[in-house]
């Protein structure tokens, strides 16, 4: 696989002088913006607040699991391919943290990173002090300091967790959290949890920060020439180095491009391309594996911790049966696959039959792939470019499936509708809602018991995956919707989700695409006091 691809958009490199500033804090990193990483917000619950206490009062205090979780800088194998990067540990993805449903988990969090840093526990409808927004819910985890987390974890489900600081996500620092169910109602012999995600750090000098630095000089800054929107364009390749990071070796400029649509998501596949696309941290020249037997039972959980790409998922020569969204369970429905946009999770059920399949996942509109193995039997190990055909029809996505009955939103119409307009474009890379880059200070405004609808609509000419920190949400701005937390917008789309405020604080909402995030696209929904 060439490690020298470059993008239309981005560059995975770009030597910027400017690179002293070190991560990048859209997210937060401030002590001085309020909640707990400041002075309180007159008017709304402070995370720390007595409204937080009781709401998680109300949880319950079961078992406590007590986890120590370091994060580093580490050297990581790819497969074949070794990069240095930050992690937790020294794998990737993270060590997978398991817990039952109403136990309190507690972390403690030692960050041995140049960077401050923090973690968020992606899709939990946790306490909000422990939601890991520097800036906005706790302050920054500073270098050479550590933070426990201790919270009821809720619902049982696929999670994941990672920083909600810069653009650290795109590093290496992200890992499974599995929530069991004490009631499980599902048979199966056997769990694959698969971790999706696209890979730029350390390949010839290039960090995420670099990433984002290119891109928020606009395509007008591109050597590649002028012209906004999202025309493609050459952009030049350069490399760039964080102050604590060895210098890169040299490359000349690069005036390559790359065609990144996808008639799926409405036209650009995302604005970076990644030179690598990875399963389980692994490339499709060394991919992981699982082994099982004929006729086993078993369970799938997918998590995309992509920073930019969507994938399409299949198991060649395997249907599945999708039984859960972003850890919530669905009517079961059959599918040969699946479209998942990043911070999505699915769970599926397969029934394997004998021989050697691949899992693939194809970066949609990108043309490159991940790969994994399920291995039954004898045979040789699929090829790295190995595309099941049942990639070839239209996958499933979230729009299509319907709660299961014990999770479904009860029927009532909304208290409150909160509208919210996603704008910018590639030109200045000016990513935001309303026209405004993020600021902590502004909050839309909710009261505890109501039903909320957010309605979203889309005036830029790209898909954004939209997170809601604390809460999950019907679909379609209904009762009948699957209950989710992060959900695709098309260009040019409407999207409507109901929710129930019924987990006090300020709590992010945000577009999942770590560059469209770090460049604005992010705001907060605030309790009333």
């Known amino acids: 696989m060439p490690t020298t691809a470059t993008t239309r958009r981005t560059v995975l490199g ?29 008017g709304y619950v402070d995370p720390t607040g007595p409204e937080v206490a009781a709401a998680e009062k109300k949880r319950g205090k079961g078992p406590v699991r007590e986890v120590s979780l370091t994060a580093t800088k580490t050297k990581l194998d790819l497969g074949g391919r070794t990069v240095t990067s930050w992690a937790y540990g020294d794998e990737l993805p993270g060590k997978e943290i398991r817990v039952t449903a109403g136990d309190t988990l507690a972390l403690t969090l030692a960050n ?7 973690v968020h526990w992606h899709g939990l409808a946790l306490r909000n002090d422990m939601d890991g927004v520097p800036g906005l819910t706790q302050q920054d985890i500073k270098p050479g300091a550590d933070f426990t987390y201790r919270f009821t974890v809720p619902h049982p489900g696929t999670y994941w967790f990672h920083p909600h600081s810069g653009t650290q996500q795109d590093r290496g620092l992200y890992a499974a959290l599995i ?33 984002l630095a290119e891109l928020k000089g606009g395509m007008d800054h591109g050597t590649g020439g002028g012209g906004g929107g999202h025309e493609g364009h050459g952009m030049s390749r350069m490399s760039m180095r ?68 969507a994938f399409r998922v299949a198991l060649g020569g395997h249907r599945m049966t999708v039984t859960h969204t972003d850890g919530f369970p669905v009517r079961h429905q059959e599918t040969d696959a699946l479209l998942l946009g990043m911070g999505e999770r699915y769970d599926v059920l397969v029934t394997a039959d004998d021989g050697v399949f691949p899992l693939t996942a194809l970066a949609e509109g990108k043309k490159e792939s991940g790969l994994a193995v399920l291995r039954t039997g004898a045979g040789a190990a699929p090829k790295p470019d190995a595309r099941p055909r049942e990639l070839d029809g239209k ?20 208290d409150r509708t909160i509208r919210m307009r996603l704008t910018g474009g590639m ?29 979203f609509s889309n005036a830029t000419t790209m898909w954004h995956p939209l997170h809601l920190h604390g809460h999950t949400f019907a679909l379609g701005g209904k009762a009948g919707g699957a209950r989710k937390d992060t959900a695709v917008i098309l ?33 907060v929904l605030g309790y009333r006091a």
């Open 14 to 42: 770009a030597s910027l002088a400017a690179v002293g500033t070190g991560v990048l804090a859209a997210c937060g990193g401030s002590d001085s913006h309020g909640g707990h990483g400041g002075p309180p917000s007159p």
């Open 395 to 414: 996958p499933l996505t979230a729009h299509r499936l319907k709660p299961a009955e014990p999770v479904a939103l009860p029927a009532r119409e909304p």
């Open 491 to 523: 260009p040019n789309g409407t999207l409507s989700v109901d929710f129930d405020a019924d987990n006090p604080g300020l709590w992010m909402v945000h577009c999942h695409n770590v560059y469209h995030s770090e460049a604005g696209m992010m705001t």
């Open 242 to 309: 964080l102050p604590d990071e060895p210098s890169p070796k040299p490359s000349g400029p690069s005036r390559m491009t790359m065609s990144a649509k996808s008639e799926l998501l409405g036209g650009d596949a995302g604005d970076v391309a990644y030179p690598h696309y990875l399963i389980n941290g692994r490339t499709p020249d060394a991919p992981s594996e699982l082994r099982a037997r004929r006729g086993d039972r078993i369970r799938i959980r997918f998590v995309n911790a992509g920073g930019d790409t």
């Open 112 to 118: 041995h990173l140049p960077r401050p840093t923090s």
């Open 427 to 455: 030109a200045k890379y000016d990513w935001a809602f309303d026209g405004k880059p993020y600021d902590p200070a502004v909050r839309h405004g909710v009261e505890a018991g109501e039903r909320v609808r957010l309605v």
């Open 179 to 211: 929530v069991e169910d004490p009631k499980e109602p599902l048979s199966y012999d056997k769990e694959w949890v698969v971790v999706l995600d696209d890979w730029v750090d350390g390949v010839d000098g290039s960090t995420p920060d670099a990433v």
